[in-house]
């Protein structure tokens, strides 16, 4: 940036700062004069008109209700405006009550009201945009691929792997235990009662739920932060992704780094993420789930490093800096060439 070059001015808006959201908000703030603000409800709506007064542009993680309210003052204001979807934005899956644009009709609309009107939609996965296409009846123009990114320094293996099969989910209630395969996975443990099998991030509603129908070989743990994960994917031999549906997983990414070898569903967003190095299963397959966890713990350590080599080659925190600050840039120029991953 030129001396007497006024930096762009960005409101980064968002509900929970997530931590891969919190990542991408310190890294705009690097390049960006950045105000964020969130996002708890109705009362905010002034603070984000306010804010986007004062900016340039709107970036908004996620297309939920804050992104409409943000979208429109964009409009209204003549400010240019990102999206970022992750998955469950784009998301309809009514059987299991996931998704937002499953809920109620008006939340269903203000999403596509969102994702319509945003000058520029990023998703982390392209199996993402025909989710956007299909279940929030938007056209792919405006839609470009920008994955999430990870720090390779950071999540690194550390020591013997231990005979673990580990997998990580946030999950409180019935419906996330269905949407990450839960179920499925301390299911698959009765088949290997030799094998320690560890689930992170459950509790309430989803842990009395997995503790009746799991085996002795379980062990379930309640929310970590993410500093305290690090350990669990330098110990675990193998790490399982056996959601319905995904974005990019952050987790199945950062144990990849550490050298697990994984297991994962095989649907957009996952396949991406392990490529040749793991092994597929179909959805809610407990037995199939189980044989290809054996294979995966009798892999040699290789098996672990192709899988960091596949994440550190394809997602490292520095490429996505660069789209979007790229994007950013061009997006507030008015010019036409783009950036990204297509």
């Known amino acids: 940036m030129k001396k007497n070059e006024q930096k762009i ?4 808006i968002y509900h929970r700062l997530a931590t891969f959201i919190k990542k991408d908000l310190e890294t705009l703030q690097k390049h960006f004069d950045v105000e964020p603000i969130q996002w708890t409800g109705k009362r905010d709506i002034l603070k984000i008109a306010k804010g986007i ?8 993680w996620f297309a939920g209700d804050h992104a409409a309210v943000s979208i429109f003052f964009s ?3 003549k400010k240019k405006s990102i999206i970022v979807v992750g998955g469950y934005d784009v998301a309809s899956e009514p059987e299991i009550d996931y998704g937002q644009l499953a809920q109620k009709e008006y939340k269903k609309k203000l999403t596509q009201f969102a994702l319509k009107n945003a000058n520029l939609v990023l998703a982390v996965d392209r199996g993402l945009i025909k989710d956007a296409e299909t279940n929030a009846k938007v056209t792919g123009e405006h839609i470009d691929y920008l994955p999430t990114g990870y720090d390779p320094k950071y999540w690194k293996a550390k020591g013997n792997k231990e005979k673990i099969v580990l997998t990580i989910a946030s999950a409180d209630n019935l419906s996330r235990i269905k949407i990450k395969g839960l179920d499925t996975f301390v299911k698959s443990a009765k088949y290997l009662p030799s094998t320690k099998f560890i689930v992170v991030g459950v509790n309430s509603e989803a ?5 009746k129908i799991s085996s002795k070989n379980v062990e379930l743990i309640e929310f970590l932060p993410q500093k305290k994960l690090l350990s669990y994917y330098q110990k675990a031999k193998v790490y399982c992704q056996l959601s319905l549906r995904e974005g990019l997983p952050n987790c199945l990414c950062e144990a990849m ?3 697990c070898i994984p297991v994962g569903t095989d649907i957009p967003g996952i396949k991406n993420a392990i490529g040749n190095t793991g092994f597929y299963v179909t959805y809610n397959d407990e037995k199939a789930t189980a044989d290809a966890i054996k294979k995966a713990l009798a892999e040699p350590d290789k098996k672990g490093e192709m899988a960091r080599k596949r994440i550190t080659d394809m997602f490292r925190f520095s490429y996505r800096e660069k789209g979007l600050t790229s ?4 997006l507030t120029k008015k010019e036409g060439r783009r950036y990204g991953f297509n």
């Open 257 to 259: 780094l550490c050298n």
């Open 75 to 77: 409009k209204l204001f």
């Open 53 to 60: 007064m004062r900016s340039d542009l709107s970036f908004n």
């Open 9 to 12: 001015k960005i409101a980064f």
């Open 207 to 211: 842990k009395k739920y997995l503790e």
């Open 327 to 330: 994007f950013i840039s061009n």
